[in-house]
DNA sequence: TTGTGGATGTTATAATATAACTGATGGCAC
DNA sequence: GTGCCATCAGTTATATTATAACATCCACAA
């Protein structure tokens, strides 16, 4: 269970204390993991903190580029196999519209999202917005669809660069 | 101009008439870009009608497969050029989850749409879903956020699929 | 004529993602 | 212990998606 010591450089800090955020994450996976029986090793740890630097979508090949320090042997295999496990776990969301990675602010419940994405900032804010989602149920109900699985993902500019 | 003869061979023909759906796209399309002074070249207009060939999303390399008897030189760039036109005027959408490109079933007017896609036989709905929109614009002003652009796109299985 | 802008041709390469096979580890039945 | 199995990771190769950069062509206008 290697965790990154420094802090990281592409983080980028908010007024918000963000260590706290990384800190509560990797808490979380590891509880979680250790409930289900499924390994949380220690590449997928990593993966996990390295897309927790910061509240931006990250890439794949970038997420390749920034673990090659603790694993020298790391392909792309390396990345996309985390990146599976940790999708799978609920951990991370991927966002379609950059195809990149975001860490799940609310792991532990099941849950669909909405994925605001600051044009200015890259950071992206996930929100439960449970009234959208019940709106849309009710949309699909209408087309007689039946749902499995949602990407909800909006562009703009989110409150702080709004207000530059 | 040189339009489809053949019926094409990727249609999956319902019950509807689909002739029509195409008809109705490419003639929607041509006095689209005549208002605009813009031009829908022929490369354009067949991609466009290659889009139409089914409701299923298809991808960028399909096309390009499938335009080559009619445009021996095509390559990469002359699908994706044409793809960013027919995005621009809002003939067509893209669909974010699958890579894909889907004929727009309201050009014309612009607005926002949900897209449901069938895992079952692939092909794409699109709906204006005002009442979704309405809610999430609620969410947007709530996180203080201002949209530029949205995806929503929903996977599962269509009316026709659900009932087989 | 001579440029100008838009569209396309052409070549190369970047960026994203998966397949397929190999080896290593550790638990567990026997 | 031995053999077996499942999971994970290493490794190589390749598929898929998308863009960059520069050349050419042509219609149209100054
Ligand atoms: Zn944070
Ligand atoms: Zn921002
Ligand atoms: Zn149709
Ligand atoms: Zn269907």
Redesign the pocket.
């Known amino acids: 269970m290697t965790i990154l010591a420094e802090p990281p450089p592409h983080t980028d800090t908010l007024a918000h204390n963000h260590q706290q955020c990384v800190d509560d994450a990797l808490k979380i996976a590891d509880q979680l993991c250790t409930e289900r029986g499924?390994?949380l090793?220690?590449?997928?740890q990593q993966v996990l903190a390295l897309i927790w630097e910061s509240h931006k979508a990250v890439?794949?090949?970038?997420l390749l580029d920034r673990i090659k320090p603790l694993?020298a042997?790391?392909?792309?295999?390396?990345?996309?196999?985390?990146l599976?496990?940790l999708l799978a776990q609920g951990l991370i969301h991927?966002v379609e519209s950059l195809?990149?990675f975001v860490g799940c602010s609310c792991s532990g419940h099941q849950h669909e999202q909405l994925l605001l994405i600051c044009k200015q900032c890259e950071q992206v804010e996930e929100r439960m917005a449970a009234g959208v989602m019940q709106v849309l149920a009710e949309e699909f109900r209408q087309a007689g669809f039946s749902a499995h699985s949602k990407a909800i993902e909006v562009h703009g500019l989110c409150r702080r660069c709004s207000q530059l």
């Open positions: 499924v390994q090793t220690a590449i997928r890439k794949a090949y970038e694993q042997a790391a392909k792309p295999a390396t990345i996309y196999r985390a599976d496990f991927r195809n990149a």
